[in-house]
């Protein structure tokens, strides 16, 4: 049995398509940020990070998107989410969901959390970082559009955990001043992907906790 | 045959070292950032990132430091740098190695970079930036020592890619301002890792080559 911490509106959603996806039995547990929940000393003992998400599993705590991933794919296996027995093609997927977490998601996250990596009280570099969001952000979804997405999934002819952690991050165009459309196969692929019944009873879910 | 793109004092450290462990065949070629080689049309035809490391391997092209990594173990199995047969415990190291990509090489690439995340001509943001970078490094590197860390190996007994991965980013303490000595488990590692043969061999390498 599974325990799923997550948040919604987070990179958590990714991880979420992904159990609903295989048809996990899993509980999920929805961490409070608005009063601070993911800093509470109870959870700190299941990710001492202080962020989600983290997956409790028989055999101990997961947390990072990348690991619980491909954690999923091999422990359901007969889903098929991942080409497990390539290690070329798994390596592509693991290169595409690296970029994700290092430079996609991070400077998303500029836009709203800049006290990460400033002074908390100087706003003014915390505003600059704010301000240049919508372009870092779109440069990488440039770079995906032009030079990694292979269609019509991510890695082309196979659905794979990379398709739901880009739809997760592509959520989040609007908010960072992003017009998606500049992007149409990332958009075309966001629009599928919201028509998947799995990713449907995710967010559902998200939304229903809310 | 594999070729390898890097550049001395970066990230490519961490794959260098796990190609001279494994003994692997591979071709060295150094991408010089003083011409600012990483964007010359021709690097960009290899990583279109423009960011180094780069593996061009007999399959395809690979970027991202934990997928270069995972990619090496299971190609070169018999080295057993990964518990390839472990799902959970290849799932703690690509945890671990998510993190270092994800927050701790990000922490230190405000110090140098941030331009990446501000207008570049914004010098007071960038200043910022560089200012805080010993203190989020430093965080760093205190919840490694303090949650992560098994000891005497990032992952316990067995010597992993973590290590290698965790022992290039400890290169860049001092220059980052963080005190090592204060995460001794980390300190005590980069001692051991440091008399390691593959490990001297692809620093010296490095070194020859600039």
């Known amino acids: 049995m599974l325990t799923f911490y997550y948040t919604p509106d ?39 990070k202080g962020r989600v998400p983290a997956l409790v599993t028989d055999h101990g705590i997961l947390t990072e998107t990348p690991a619980m991933l491909l954690y999923i794919c091999q422990s359901f296996p007969e889903a098929n989410l991942a080409p497990l027995n390539d290690a070329f093609a798994q ?8 970029y994700l977490c290092s430079t996609v998601h991070v400077a998303h996250a500029h836009r709203m ?39 019509p999934w991510v890695m082309g002819v196979q659905y794979t955990i990379s398709d739901m952690y880009l739809f997760t991050l592509a959520q989040w165009c609007e908010a960072d ?34």
Chains 1, 2 share one sequence.
């Open 91 to 98: 390596a592509q997927i693991n290169s595409f969901n690296s």
């Open 113 to 151: 959390r800049g006290y990460r990596w400033v002074d908390a009280s100087n706003s003014n570099a915390i505003a600059a970082m704010q301000s240049h969001a919508p372009r870092s952000v779109g440069e990488c979804f440039a770079l995906m559009e032009c030079e990694m997405f292979k269609g």
């Open 10 to 48: 987070t990179i958590a959603l990714a991880t979420h398509i992904a159990l609903e996806t295989v048809g996990a039995e899993y509980r999920a547990v929805r961490v409070d940020f608005s009063i601070n929940g993911q800093r509470s000393a109870a959870y700190l003992k299941i990710n001492p």
């Open 177 to 210: 001043g992003v017009d998606i459309s500049q992007y149409p196969k990332i958009a075309q692929h966001r629009k599928v992907m919201s028509g998947i019944a799995a990713v449907k009873r995710a967010i559902s879910a998200e939304s229903a906790a809310m």
